[in-house]
């Protein structure tokens, strides 16, 4: 009985802590040529688009591909300046003070910028 009870809360304290690790919001940053710069988890940098408004991201379709989302899963909750914000396809997407975050699918290790003033300087570097 001991062992079960003992099995049961070792297993609920694991999914809590999974779940608060998927609760937060993508703090990291980095630093680069340019200064410090948001990253995901991976350490990769994150892009703003001068083309999206608050709230909403203008990039969708092939411009997805080039640049994909910073995803939202179902567990993770807005705080500070970061929120959640609704795709035109329906999944979430994090933002930074009303801007949605992208990754550079030509950033090829953390650290690079190249997608900083990409299509005659629509794209910036998310910078804290």
């Known amino acids: 009985m001991k062992t079960t009870l003992a099995l ?3 297993t609920a304290a ?3 802590l999974a779940s608060a690790a998927l609760a937060a919001p993508p703090t990291k940053t980095g630093t680069t040529a340019k200064g ?10 994150l892009y703003i688009f001068d083309k999206d408004t608050d709230g909403k991201s203008a990039c969708n379709g092939p411009c997805a ?10 567990g993770d909750k807005a705080e500070g300046g970061y929120t959640i ?3 035109d396809d329906g ?5 930074y003070k009303g801007k949605p975050l992208y990754t550079f699918a030509k950033d090829q290790k953390a650290g690079d910028i190249t997608g900083d003033g990409f299509l005659n300087g629509a794209w ?5």
């Open 8 to 10: 049961t809360l070792a």
């Open 14 to 16: 694991s999914f809590a």
């Open 36 to 45: 410090s710069v948001l990253t995901d988890a991976k350490g990769m940098t």
């Open 65 to 74: 591909t080039n640049w994909p989302v910073l995803k939202a899963e179902a």
């Open 85 to 87: 914000i609704s795709r």
């Open 91 to 95: 999944s979430k997407q994090w933002a």
């Open 124 to 128: 910036h570097l998310a910078q804290p």
